[in-house]
């Protein structure tokens, strides 16, 4: 099929990567994402077929999205999720498959993802320690979920890069960080922090139960030095190899209190379809509705370039006025 114009937003910002959350279910209860008792789910009929969400890869591969990340919810609780995966390695100009996933399925799933052509992986872990992991996920699943990552790690290397994510909050991940520095000298993962971001179901977000990065790089660099590693203009983290050597580098995702969206490059569909710009959009543009009423690729194009075009220049997180988009986080997809 012909290429398209590149997609750009009225900022001149190019678009080259797109979030897919391919359902909003999760088998975690974390206490940053969901109340204990977790969420409505979207009905099955409401959620994009795999043949929906192809296509709509397909399209935007077409206008220089090149990178694909499928989320959730939980991805691999969605049925025959590799099945789905590889239908998008096969896509043409879609040189990079990754998937964030919280690992409890991995252990199952990981031989067969890495055949359909997943060559990236963010796994969720907060806590190495089992009852701190159960204090914040509300699961008793760490050993689990550590032997996905042991099941996935036989496929690391040069092809398959494995980067574990833990968000950072005041008050827990303060004793976190050195464990979690000690992990990454040993492992050849990158461990990255994020900042809690205002994204809870609970909406109960306040700005002072954000750990910064800078206070987490301040705690491991008393035991660690850490030096900088140059990166990609559109990457969102900071990342740091050990100065003395190490297997594993460490890594700082600071949306809160180090913005990044002049350089943002990212976009994110919904698993019922609905085009966000911005994880702190407070519109959204359907794009379900019209595949299933027949819309053609150009009507498509239509609607993607112009809610592009209107992207947020930036989240507006430490600002007046701020509002909190009523989705939450595992409804958007990370």
């Given at each position: 099929?012909p290429?398209l114009?590149q997609l750009i937003?009225g900022h001149?910002?190019p678009?080259g990567?797109?979030r897919?959350s391919v359902t909003d279910r999760?088998?975690?209860?974390?206490?940053?994402?969901m109340p204990a008792e977790?969420?409505?789910?979207l009905?099955?009929?409401d959620v994009?077929s795999?043949?929906?969400?192809?296509r709509?890869?397909e399209?935007?591969?077409?206008?220089g999205?090149?990178?694909?990340?499928l989320?959730?919810?939980?991805?691999l609780v969605?049925?025959d999720?590799?099945?789905?995966a590889?239908m998008?390695a096969?896509?043409p100009?879609v040189?990079?498959?990754a998937v964030t996933t919280?690992g409890?399925?991995?252990e199952?799933d990981?031989?067969a993802?890495?055949?359909?052509?997943?060559?990236r992986?963010?796994?969720?872990?907060?806590?190495?320690q089992?009852d701190?992991?159960?204090?914040?996920?509300?699961?008793?699943a760490l050993?689990?979920?550590?032997?996905?990552?042991d099941a996935?790690?036989t496929?690391?290397?040069?092809?398959v890069k494995?980067?574990?994510n833990?968000?950072?909050?005041?008050?827990?991940?303060e004793?976190e960080?050195?464990p979690?520095?000690?992990?990454?000298?040993?492992?050849?993962?990158?461990?990255?922090?994020?900042?809690?971001?205002?994204l809870?179901a609970?909406h109960t977000?306040?700005?002072?139960?954000v750990?910064t990065?800078a206070?987490i790089?301040?705690i491991i660099?008393?035991?660690h030095?850490l030096?900088?590693i140059?990166?990609?203009?559109?990457?969102t983290?900071?990342t740091?190899?050990?100065?003395d050597?190490?297997?594993?580098?460490i890594?700082?995702?600071?949306p809160?209190s180090?913005p990044f969206c002049?350089?943002?490059?990212?976009?994110?569909?919904?698993?019922?379809?609905k085009l966000?710009?911005c994880?702190?959009?407070?519109?959204?543009?359907d794009l379900r509705?019209?595949?299933r009423?027949?819309?053609?690729d150009g009507?498509?194009e239509?609607l993607?370039?112009?809610?592009?075009?209107r992207k947020?220049?930036k989240h507006?997180v430490?600002?007046p006025?701020?509002?909190?988009?009523?989705?939450p986080?595992s409804?958007?997809?990370g």
């Amino acid at each position: 099929m012909p290429e398209l114009d590149q997609l750009i937003d009225g900022h001149g910002r190019p678009i080259g990567d797109v979030r897919i959350s391919v359902t909003d279910r999760c088998n975690f209860r974390c206490q940053y994402c969901m109340p204990a008792e977790g969420l409505p789910w979207l009905e099955r009929a409401d959620v994009l077929s795999f043949e929906e969400i192809t296509r709509l890869v397909e399209l935007l591969s077409r206008m220089g999205v090149s990178k694909v990340r499928l989320t959730g919810g939980e991805p691999l609780v969605r049925k025959d999720f590799p099945k789905l995966a590889a239908m998008l390695a096969n896509v043409p100009d879609v040189d990079d498959l990754a998937v964030t996933t919280n690992g409890y399925l991995l252990e199952r799933d990981a031989a067969a993802l890495v055949d359909a052509g997943v060559r990236r992986f963010n796994m969720s872990i907060d806590s190495l320690q089992a009852d701190r992991f159960f204090e914040l996920t509300r699961r008793d699943a760490l050993p689990r979920v550590m032997r996905g990552l042991d099941a996935l790690a036989t496929y690391g290397g040069d092809d398959v890069k494995i980067k574990l994510n833990a968000v950072a909050l005041r008050d827990f991940t303060e004793d976190e960080a050195l464990p979690f520095a000690r992990y990454a000298r040993e492992h050849p993962f990158e461990i990255r922090f994020i900042e809690f971001m205002p994204l809870d179901a609970d909406h109960t977000w306040t700005p002072d139960q954000v750990l910064t990065g800078a206070e987490i790089r301040e705690i491991i660099e008393r035991e660690h030095r850490l030096e900088q590693i140059e990166r990609p203009r559109s990457s969102t983290a900071v990342t740091y190899r050990f100065a003395d050597g190490g297997r594993g580098t460490i890594g700082f995702i600071n949306p809160v209190s180090e913005p990044f969206c002049s350089d943002c490059n990212r976009i994110r569909i919904t698993a019922d379809g609905k085009l966000r710009t911005c994880l702190f959009s407070l519109n959204e543009t359907d794009l379900r509705t019209p595949m299933r009423a027949g819309a053609d690729d150009g009507e498509l194009e239509t609607l993607v370039r112009e809610a592009i075009w209107r992207k947020e220049l930036k989240h507006r997180v430490n600002e007046p006025g701020f509002i909190q988009p009523e989705r939450p986080m595992s409804s958007i997809g990370g």
